[in-house]
């Protein structure tokens, strides 16, 4: 093996860099040695112990280093990616101890061989060694030395056990791999499945655009609360913390005049005149919900008859004057107009409250809440069953609901989408179970589609996801047979791949989840701390207790 060495090094270098290797491989796991594990790497912390087996601080900085060193430490804590690399740290140690028992080795050659062309294992993941460790492309043990101390903090000695020990885990891979085995007709029946194809035209009738142009009287939502009243319970029961010990907060609803802040004179009279107008209505006996929906110019609340729901104080966006104003009233007043930055304000507070909120004092707004759900449900159901019998009749979705074609009407539709119904396109998809593209969970639209329905014909109304959809099988496509005798070698060792990754993915997280479960993995927290002293990291980024097993970094 030396002498291979020798011929294919380019310097006397290269041959004192391997018996360097070779010695630290003897000292470390020849006889009387700690074995394959990484628990010869001493100094500093532990960064976990796993089943018997210790990740060491050395361990886990270098693969965080190799891995992650680009990574600002922001969006290293946002991303999760100390809590990742550990968990890869910890299922190579239990693939390891695994291959252990099944009494697979790793020989110096392999080790020897794999850093001779400049390779390294981090984590389960092949990677080149820094370039500067390497000279025309082979290593080079002075530099390689300088790069492992300076950059990945290790010895050579430990940068070698930690190899060992990711070639161990890689032996349980690949044993893996080639135990998984894949049968031409599995391979065939997913091709076959992923081509063939649909493509729907269908039209979408969510119930939420129908919600926001209901504005029930108080006596249609308690007559309709009267016969629903255990709907109603359960809602509160269902969001109990919603009405626990709640901070101060009001329920409001505006009329807001769009307004610049250094509008000219004839301006500011132009926007008070329309206010006065709204305000005349409005003494008139018209009702707030009602006024708002005519004359607001704010176009998230304008549907909703001016509903700006309950705010906290402090939250409500509105400037702290008005604000102060706000709190100091009494359900039923009005606030204003006054003048912000944006524009004019009138505002009405439509209820108070603060502390535990008991069912009494919560069903009236969750009885408007369930009326509208309902009723906006019923409103799209009958409009998706009209369009249905125009279309079973002869007529077409593209010409009843003709998709947006100017850049103007498109940003229209991307303002008020929920109100807005246009002709759309799923594009060519193949079955995922019960997923439509582009329309969502539908077991009914997911089957008619690849095998009753014929190109031309219309199935709905159907409910997907609140919303009623009436679609037209537009185009249906077939496998390509012919492609699959050309590529018929390549895409079974593409499937092979596949189904041995998801093998090898749910085997180690099995384990971990077992050893987790029987207390026999203990993290280190700290070693889980980001720059700036935040602690470990959960899915938003926030500060959060690790659990092993949680994820994969690749």
Not at 24 to 44: C, M, N, Y
Not at 114 to 131: F, S
Not at 174 to 188: G, N
Not at 230 to 242: L, T
């Amino acid at each position: 093996m030396l002498e291979a060495i020798r011929q294919n090094s380019r310097s006397a270098i290269i041959y004192i860099l391997f018996a360097v290797i070779i010695v630290a491989f003897v000292i470390s796991f020849g006889p009387g040695s700690t074995g394959g594990g990484t628990a010869g790497i001493t100094g500093g912390l532990f960064a976990a112990k796993v089943a018997g087996d210790e990740i060491s601080e050395k361990d886990f900085k270098f693969a965080y280093r190799a891995l992650a060193s680009n990574f600002p430490p922001a969006m290293a804590q946002q991303q999760r990616i100390k809590e990742l690399i550990m968990d890869r740290l910890i299922e190579r140690e239990l693939l390891a101890q695994e291959a252990e028992r099944s009494g697979l080795l790793t020989s110096e050659k392999e080790v020897n061989d794999m850093l001779t062309n400049g390779k390294m294992m981090v984590a389960g993941q092949m990677r080149r060694i820094d370039g500067y460790a390497l000279r025309d492309g082979v290593l080079d043990y002075d530099r390689f030395r300088l790069v492992t101390q300076n950059v990945y903090g290790l010895t050579v000695k430990n940068f070698v056990e930690i190899q060992q020990r990711e070639l161990l885990a890689d032996k349980l891979r690949e044993l893996t791999r080639i135990s998984t085995k894949v049968s031409p007709d599995e391979v065939k029946a997913d091709f076959q499945e992923k081509g063939r194809q649909a493509n729907l035209e269908y039209v979408r009738f969510s119930a939420r655009r129908f919600e926001d142009d209901l504005s029930p009287t108080d006596a249609e939502v308690e007559d309709w609360a009267r016969a629903h009243e255990a709907e109603i319970k359960k809602a509160y029961d269902d969001r109990k913390y919603a009405y626990e010990k709640q901070d101060p907060s009001v329920r409001l609803r505006h009329i807001f005049i769009e307004l610049p802040k250094d509008a000219p004179a004839d301006k500011l009279a132009e926007a008070q005149g329309r206010m006065d107008v709204a305000q005349k209505t409005l003494k008139s006996g018209t009702r707030f919900a009602d006024v708002a929906r005519g004359a607001s110019e704010d176009i998230v609340t304008r549907q909703k008859g001016g509903d700006m729901g309950w705010l906290k104080q402090g939250f409500s966006g509105l400037p702290e004057g008005l604000e102060k104003k706000i709190f100091a009233a009494k359900s039923g007043d009005l606030v204003g107009p006054e003048r912000t930055d944006r524009g004019l304000e009138l505002i009405k507070i439509e209820g108070a409250r603060k502390g535990d909120i008991a069912l009494s004092a919560a069903r009236g707004e969750l009885a408007e809440e369930l009326y509208r759900g309902a009723k906006a449900k019923e409103q799209a159901r009958a409009a998706a069953q009209e369009v249905a019998a125009k279309v079973k009749a002869g007529g077409k979705l593209a010409e009843l609901y003709p998709k947006s074609n100017s850049d103007a009407d498109e940003a229209k539709a991307r303002v008020g989408k929920a109100q807005k119904v246009e002709v759309e396109e799923t594009g060519l998809f193949s079955r995922r179970g019960d997923v439509v593209q582009g329309i969502g969970p539908s077991a009914e639209l997911a089957k008619a589609a690849f095998t009753t329905l014929k190109v031309g014909e219309t199935i709905g109304p159907l409910d997907a996801s609140g919303s009623f959809i009436v679609a037209t099988l537009k185009e249906k496509k077939e496998p390509d047979m012919a492609d699959w005798e050309k590529r018929r070698v390549e895409l079974i060792q593409e499937f092979q791949r596949t189904k041995w990754f998801e093998v090898i993915t749910a085997y180690g997280k099995q384990r971990c989840t077992e050893a987790h479960a029987a207390g026999k993995i203990t993290v280190n927290p700290e070693i889980l701390t980001y720059e700036g002293g935040a602690g470990p990291a959960n899915i938003l980024g926030m500060a959060g207790k690790y659990e092993p097993c949680s994820g994969r970094l690749f």
